[in-house]
């Protein structure tokens, strides 16, 4: 079974494990509590680092893969990155959200930067929020759907001073996805389909871990 950490990140910017080994809703509830105490500090949820995903095997749903390109931040097992000026990021959270043995496409709508280019649909972690908790409110509002997230590929990204992405498995709960916000289209692609679209080009990193999540039997994206 998947253990999760609750990580804490201090006035510093430091960031560590304050609890390990936990079920996910454990280590949510203990986190809302620290976070409840009202000390300037901040809490949140990820999933416990294993072997396998220092080594970038990928099983299928359920086990994590590796993902990294030559912009990535490092260690996937790291509890977050720092900026230059020793500050936290801000994390961005997209979400590979599948469903049927597909996963979805979203093509932005704006900035000019990325308009017309191809992402994982998601946004910017609110203060407080884990990133599960970021990414299934994002897909409500983005796209109109109840998500669970359930894994997060190894991988990070700077898109910006200042401004990370990570990048979640998701499963669609309930809902038709619908282009509310940020997106014009979406697309559902298959594991033979995943090179169809252009992606945005720190989302391409994960796209032979994705494939290999779709039909594990697959070798390469495409
Ligand atoms: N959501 C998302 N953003 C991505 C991906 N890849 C990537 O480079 N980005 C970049 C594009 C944007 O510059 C930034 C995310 O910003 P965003 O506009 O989605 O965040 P947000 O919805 O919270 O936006 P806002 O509150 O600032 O309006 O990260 C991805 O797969 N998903």
């Given at each position: ?25 454990e ?8 976070e ?53 990021n ?41 990133e ?34 990570r ?20 697309r ?15 989302d ?19």
């Amino acid at each position: 079974m998947d253990t999760f950490r609750v990580m804490r990140q201090d006035d510093n910017g430091n960031r560590f494990p304050v609890a390990d080994g936990l079920a996910r809703d454990e280590a949510e509830r203990l986190a809302a509590e620290f976070e409840a105490r009202g000390h300037k500090q901040l809490y949140w949820v990820e999933p416990t680092a294993r072997p396998m995903e220092a080594t970038g095997s990928v099983g299928g749903i359920g086990a994590a893969a590796d993902g990294q390109d030559a912009t990535a931040l490092g260690d996937p097992a790291d509890p977050g990155a720092t900026g230059a000026s020793g500050t936290a990021n801000r994390i961005v959270v997209g979400g590979a959200l599948i469903h049927g043995g597909r996963v979805l496409a979203a093509r932005r709508s704006a900035p000019a930067e990325v308009a017309g280019r191809w992402e994982f649909p998601g946004g910017k972690a609110e203060p407080g929020e884990t990133e599960p908790q970021a990414l299934e409110r994002e897909l409500l509002e983005e796209l109109g759907v109840r998500a669970r997230a359930l894994q997060r590929l190894p991988g990070a990204w700077l898109v910006r001073p200042g401004l990370e992405l990570r990048l979640w498995v998701a499963e669609l709960l309930s809902g038709e996805p619908r282009p509310l916000e940020d997106h014009d289209e979406l697309r559902w692609l298959g594991p033979g389909e995943l090179a169809d679209v252009d992606w945005i080009d720190h989302d391409r990193a994960v796209l032979p871990d994705l494939a290999r999540l779709l039909d594990p039997a697959r070798q390469s994206p495409a």
